[in-house]
């Protein structure tokens, strides 16, 4: 029943924040919740977002409750245009006529994206959340999509075009279930192949 409007768009990963940046302006979005991996993504999105003249601050799990607290009432009173939060410190946010929602940083999980995506649309009011879909992390897009049940295409933005190519995916067959997209790390079985391989030149 929530007028959800979700929307997919390709892009190279260094040029996310200035996508950020362009929709936001473009659109003229008065209140963003921008979802990240990490606290330190949070920290660096918030500062290039405000040496780019908007009003944006880090929202994650090591500041103070009274800097959080801070942060909420201005973001609710729209005095703060930007909150970059982290997935555990979003979770106690509730926030009525959020607009829009953006995931900077793809969910770990199909479960999380519902509850990124929930924040906005509430209560009835229409609601927008984006996805930033990089070719590193296209094959985890793709599950998630799947497990969502979504169908949509992924959208280009004029003057952000995607250049960047997918990695091989033989050499990480199993990044999207191994806690999301860092699955760039070698797994196991690459491991001992390594090691293997390793063992088999040492043989005289």
Not at 118 to 123: D, E, K, S, V, Y
Not at 138 to 156: M, V
Request: glycine share 8%; hydrophobic share 45%; net charge positive.
């Amino acid at each position: 029943p929530t007028a959800i409007v979700q929307r997919a768009i390709a892009v190279d990963t260094p040029k996310r924040t200035q996508l950020l940046r362009h929709l936001i302006q473009q659109n003229a979005w008065t209140r963003v919740l921008v979802f990240v991996a990490t606290k330190f993504a949070a920290e660096i999105v918030a500062d290039k977002l405000r040496k780019a003249g908007l009003t944006a601050e880090p929202f994650h799990g090591e500041l103070s409750q009274g800097k959080r607290s801070q942060v909420l009432t201005d973001f609710k009173a729209e005095r703060l245009g930007v909150v970059v939060a982290t997935d555990v410190a979003a979770r106690g946010l509730d926030i009525a006529g959020l607009p829009v929602v953006v995931n900077f940083d793809l969910p770990r999980s199909a479960n999380d994206y519902t509850h990124r995506v929930g924040r906005t649309g509430r209560a009835g009011e229409p609601g927008l959340a984006v996805s930033f879909v990089s070719a590193a992390t296209l094959a985890h897009w793709r599950l998630i999509a799947k497990r969502q049940g979504l169908d949509l295409a992924l959208e280009s933005i004029p003057g952000f075009e995607a250049l960047e190519t997918a990695p091989p995916a033989s050499s990480h067959p199993e990044a999207p279930g191994n806690g999301g997209v860092k699955g760039l790390r070698p797994s196991k079985k690459d491991k001992l192949r390594a090691l293997a391989a390793v063992g088999k030149t040492a043989v005289p």
